[in-house]
């Protein structure tokens, strides 16, 4: 924890070399396979090869950073680099700093709280000047609130200043509140502002949408077997609304919902709401 999350280039290493390790799960035994398939994918390209420093607009409105994470820079790049066309797409000029790090909340939550400042400090002075520093993933917009005065979650953001018009999607959505965006945030309403504002697209509420899924941090590894109860009975409440898609704003719950998709049979894809806005503004 204290050698690999305090400096960004570290974690891309690792992940680099975890993109060769192909092990086929039939040879894993018991528990050890399950955690073998709750693995993120790693990405083919990691943030800072998918976005340029410094991303402007033809008409800029506003000046924001974007916190690529950790997690979420090595396997949802993609996500990162949905973010950045939605805030184009919306007058936003996107600085993505290079010297950023880790947010600490992983390290704050596992008790290294000096460490967890230093990383935070080390941000502030990365994310200077801007007009809000935009982040994506709950778990780490929840944790940067206690120490950014400008910290907005993207779907937060973009409800607040009011988007453009998107292009249309016809499909089915329901929506999964993150933990740490409903509860650690109190952010609920926006995401969903912003899905029913594709044309096309109907919006089914979720059952105990505001359930946690069984993620919830590490849950899924510490306690496996709590989490595998509150997995099966969101698929069970998924699988009741007939929706295509599952949008969530917390990779540990894309990840999780994924997972539960394949182990319970439910036939959903799961994505982040702002990759939906990012289809609908290239569609």
């Not at 018991?30 to 073998?36: H, N, P, Q, V």
């Not at 018009?165 to 993150?178: E, I, K, N």
């Not at 917390?250 to 998709?261: F, T």
Request: aromatic share 6%.
């Amino acid at each position: 924890m204290r050698w690999l999350f305090v400096k960004p280039a570290r974690l891309r290493a690792v992940a680099r070399l975890l993109r060769l390790v192909n092990v086929p799960p039939v040879i894993i035994p018991g528990r050890l396979r399950e955690l073998y398939e709750l693995r993120p994918r790693i990405c083919d390209k990691f943030s800072f090869e998918l976005i340029r420093e410094v991303e402007r607009p033809a008409t800029v409105r506003y000046r924001v950073g974007l916190l690529t994470g950790c997690v979420q820079d090595v396997a949802y790049a993609d996500v990162n680099r949905d973010t950045v066309d939605v805030l184009l797409a919306n007058g936003c000029e996107v600085v993505t700093p290079r010297t950023q790090v880790c947010c600490g909340s992983l390290l704050a939550h596992n008790g290294e709280l000096e460490l967890a400042r230093q990383l935070t400090q080390q941000n502030r002075e990365a994310f200077k000047g801007l007009d809000a520093i935009i982040v994506n993933s709950a778990g780490c917009g929840s944790f940067m609130k206690h120490h950014h005065e400008n910290v907005r979650d993207v779907s937060e953001f973009l409800a607040k200043i009011g988007i453009a018009p998107p292009g249309r999607l016809d499909m089915r959505v329901t929506y999964h509140d993150a933990c740490h965006l409903v509860h650690g945030q109190k952010i609920s309403r926006q995401p969903r502002e912003l899905l029913r504002a594709i044309p096309g697209l109907e919006l089914i509420e979720l059952p105990e949408a505001a359930w946690c899924c069984g993620s919830a941090g590490i849950y899924n590894i510490t306690q496996p077997e709590m989490s595998m109860e509150l997995l099966e009975r969101k698929m069970k409440h998924i699988a009741t609304t007939g929706a295509q898609i599952v949008a969530t704003g917390n990779p540990g719950c894309i990840g999780q919902i994924r997972y539960g998709a394949k182990k319970f049979g439910v036939n959903v894809e799961v994505v982040h709401p702002v990759t939906l806005l990012a289809r609908a503004y290239r569609g």
